[in-house]
């Protein structure tokens, strides 16, 4: 297995205001004093149907802004760990801790952290998969194929007199384009909130502490193996 990048996002609802606030937030990204999401990283702004995008043509990296997404998406480029806590650290002190102070951003109501990885072989799972469609199909290869599923995880907190109807969910993908491409292999880890948080800091779960967690387990279910 190689670890090829990640992704990391938190969802809002309920904020169509923050469509006129994108412009100052975008600058706030790229000009913040030692922004790690600076005109280094990403040379161009992209806009298009709502959402303002910080962009990097050559590594394809992105940051995307709309009136309910903040997604940073990246890939590798030497160190997996290093890489991961430099911009989960810029990530938290721009985006959760400033942007989402100044500009008033509430109603949470998704976290997201993904985990993407080329397989050098089939695994376990894939060959469960192949072999049950064999017996229905003599003349299947795995040259192409694609699979997904997805595991839910209810996680209720009582608030005062409120039950929440809090849950996880991790959504597997594994996906093979053609006889000559790589097996890719993504895990998405989603917790959501329901009712949505009116600020992040009533998460019982830092934004911080949930990506951590969330690849720590990935490290223990697919990398320890």
Do not use: W
């Not at 000009?31 to 590594?59: C, H, I, R, W």
């Not at 992105?62 to 806590?85: A, G, R």
């Amino acid at each position: 297995m190689k670890l090829q990048g990640f992704v990391f996002g938190i969802r809002v609802s309920k904020s169509f205001y923050l469509e006129d606030k994108m412009g100052a937030i975008i600058d706030e990204l790229l000009y913040t004093k030692d922004s790690a999401f600076g005109p280094s990283l990403f040379p161009t702004v992209q806009e298009g149907q709502g959402a303002k995008m910080l962009y990097n043509q050559t590594t394809g990296d992105k940051l995307t802004v709309t009136h309910s997404d903040f997604i940073f998406e990246y890939t590798v480029k030497n160190d997996f760990d290093k890489e991961f806590k430099k911009y989960l650290d810029a990530f938290i002190n721009i985006v959760t801790k400033q942007i989402f102070k100044n500009f008033d951003v509430h109603y949470i109501a998704r976290f997201g952290f993904i985990v993407k990885s080329e397989l050098a072989k089939n695994d376990a799972i894939t060959n469960s998969v192949h072999d049950i469609i064999k017996q229905s199909h003599n003349g299947f290869t795995p040259d192409s194929y694609s699979l997904r599923f997805n595991v839910k995880e209810k996680k209720p907190l009582k608030i005062k007199d409120i039950v929440t109807e809090d849950f996880d969910n991790i959504i597997v993908t594994y996906d093979k384009t053609n006889e000559d491409s790589q097996l890719t292999f993504s895990v998405d880890y989603q917790k959501y909130f329901k009712p949505e948080l009116n600020s992040i800091n009533e998460s019982t779960i830092t934004f911080e502490d949930f990506c951590k967690s969330s690849y720590d387990k990935y490290k223990k279910t697919y990398c320890e193996q």
